[in-house]
């Protein structure tokens, strides 16, 4: 996996969001914005892009994405429940066609036994009501944890609910 990779995933996605005409937005905890960087970078991108949010606290995702408070205290920042939360609170914050939102512990700290080192969460919401999560657990260091990471959330953005 390389930052080349994700450019020519970027790009990719930004033609399928402009064929289809949908816009997008992001909600990023562990990438800290790189999902919205890589899709800014391609030229253009201003007509499938509007706005992302990196909420690295759970304040932020409470705040900005309205991420309930009970499920933050029973699942943690980095679950299922949660990047749900996130997603549907993203695409209606951004008023965006789809959303995705990532949560993760990147490291090299704060991992456990029940969620290690290189766990991310992602959810996926479109504008017709379908929310999909799924889990991974990459290996490597910080860098390559989210550098796999915002891979992902573009591919499965790409392939669940892009491509026709």
Same mark, same amino acid.
């Given at each position: 996996? /390389? #930052?080349?990779?994700?450019?020519?995933? %970027?790009?990719?996605?930004?033609?399928?969001?402009?064929?289809? @005409?949908?816009?997008? =937005?992001?909600? #990023?905890?562990? /990438?800290?914005?790189?999902?919205?960087?890589?899709? =800014?970078?391609?030229? @253009?991108?201003?007509?499938?892009?509007?706005?992302? &949010?990196? =909420?690295? %606290?759970?304040?932020?995702?409470?705040?900005?994405?309205?991420?309930?408070?009970? /499920?933050?205290?029973?699942?943690?920042?980095? %679950? #299922?429940?949660?990047?749900?939360?996130?997603?549907?609170?993203?695409?209606?914050?951004?008023?965006?066609?789809?959303?995705?939102?990532?949560?993760?512990?990147?490291?090299?700290?704060? @991992?456990?036994?029940?969620?290690?080192?290189? =766990?991310?969460? &992602? @959810?996926?919401?479109?504008?017709?009501?379908?929310?999909?999560?799924?889990? +991974?657990?990459?290996?490597?260091?910080?860098?390559?944890?989210?550098?796999?990471?915002?891979? &992902?959330?573009? +591919? /499965?953005?790409?392939? #669940? &609910?892009?491509?026709?």
């Amino acid at each position: 996996m /390389t #930052e080349k990779h994700l450019q020519q995933l %970027s790009i990719d996605v930004g033609a399928a969001l402009k064929a289809a @005409g949908l816009w997008v =937005t992001c909600a #990023e905890s562990c /990438t800290g914005g790189w999902v919205a960087k890589a899709i =800014t970078d391609v030229a @253009g991108s201003s007509a499938w892009f509007d706005r992302g &949010f990196v =909420t690295y %606290s759970n304040s932020a995702k409470r705040e900005l994405l309205d991420v309930s408070d009970s /499920t933050l205290k029973e699942f943690g920042a980095v %679950s #299922e429940q949660v990047v749900r939360e996130m997603a549907r609170g993203a695409r209606y914050a951004a008023g965006a066609d789809v959303a995705v939102s990532i949560s993760g512990i990147a490291g090299p700290d704060g @991992g456990s036994e029940a969620k290690p080192v290189g =766990t991310v969460w &992602f @959810g996926f919401a479109d504008k017709d009501g379908r929310i999909y999560a799924c889990k +991974q657990v990459f290996s490597g260091d910080r860098e390559a944890v989210r550098l796999q990471a915002a891979v &992902f959330s573009l +591919q /499965t953005l790409l392939d #669940e &609910f892009l491509k026709k």
